[in-house]
């Protein structure tokens, strides 16, 4: 006789009321309350294995202890937002002498007077006094040289890096086409020497700073008022002086002396950053900056164009109703500061997160043994039949047919039976890695 339809969609549903029943549901629920489950664990008999476990282990106890905990400060809390306020001044008197002796103090050579954590020293110099009226175009300008007239209207009004507009004139005897504009014009292809006694100027660097997480403010003075005007920096004998003398700069940031003599001619740019890497641990007197040095511009035998740091400035005044100016070509130092910092401070917190990170990676230890157990060993296959169990559902399984999972002494006693002996044995002694 045919199995009806119902009998067909009843033996099929059998399973599922079984596994989503009251009674099924309630076992469950029991099982969480009164069951046990742990992880299974296999001992293999192998010198390799063990050795790799062994060396694996300690290398990630003396990575954790070591780099992580003591060098890295692994227990501290740490506090990377810096606030920071930074103020330069410079101090000096110079001599330039260019047809007559001009001297300098620090309100001529610092140019502008105030910048955000930057400084500019002017180190030479190109002045010309100019007045509006026309004159011969500038020798740096290889198109302006001339015959005649009609060579200078064929170029325009404005020729590229012209000084100024052409009248389409040719100046004889100069050869020079003619240019109304600011005249005389400059000329820049003979530097002067650099400003006498620049290699003595000196930088005050005065920093604040603040840690807002912990609540400490610090500065990087710490000389009383009359030893702070009498010290300068020396990385080895004064390393907590803020008084940085020129000449020393420029020693630190470039050892060939040709090439500090061109960076005071044509300029250069020179990093000053300041570190504060504070442990609170050993209290706030301890939280002192260090100084380290750095040139960011090209050497001259690296660069091909605009070699060092130069600018222009002009001032400009009246006489009898006639427009006149100083055009100064500034050639110096930039100083750019830079401030960065951290703090830290024991935290419990801190300490126990990063513990239970350490043992968690001491797992790796056994996952890197397994692939050497199940891929690299001669017995890798009794291994892997000891360590994963397959275990095959078949869909139309009745409820009549699943058998009662056997209890503890059960489940010991058929491990102690002979044909189980096979389930029970340790893989063979002996190194077969």
Known sequence: MSETTCGKIKRHCQPFTYAFGLTHMKSALMSMVTEYETPKIITIHSYSIALTCRF????IVFYAFAYLMWYKRGYQDRDPSLISSVTLKVTGIGRFDKNNTITLDNADFIIPPQENNAL???????????????????????????INDTYCQALGPYPPKSNGRWTGKCRLPEGRCELEGWCPVENDNVKPEPIMGSLNFTIFVKNFVEFTRFGIARTNIFHDSIAITQCHYHPVHDRLCPVFRVGDLLNIVEPDSDERQKMLISGGVIRIKVDWMCNLDLGNEKCKPTYSFGRLDSRSRDEQFSFGFNFRYASHWKVKKRSHRTLTKAFGLRLIVTVNGEAGRFDFLVLTLNIGSMIGVLGLATFICDIVALYFCKQGSIYRKQKFQT??????????????????????????????KQMNSHLPAGDEC
Request: proline share 5%; charged share 25%; net charge positive.
């Open 391 to 420: 275990v095959k559902l078949a869909p139309t399984t009745s409820v009549s047919t699943i058998q009662k999972p056997l209890s503890l002494n059960d489940e010991l006693y058929k491990n102690n039976q002979p044909r189980n």
């Open 120 to 146: 500019f020293i002017m180190t030479n110099f190109i002045r010309t006094d100019q007045q509006r009226k026309r004159c011969a175009e500038g020798f740096d300008i290889r198109d302006a040289t001339c």
């Open 56 to 59: 694996v282990q300690l290398v």
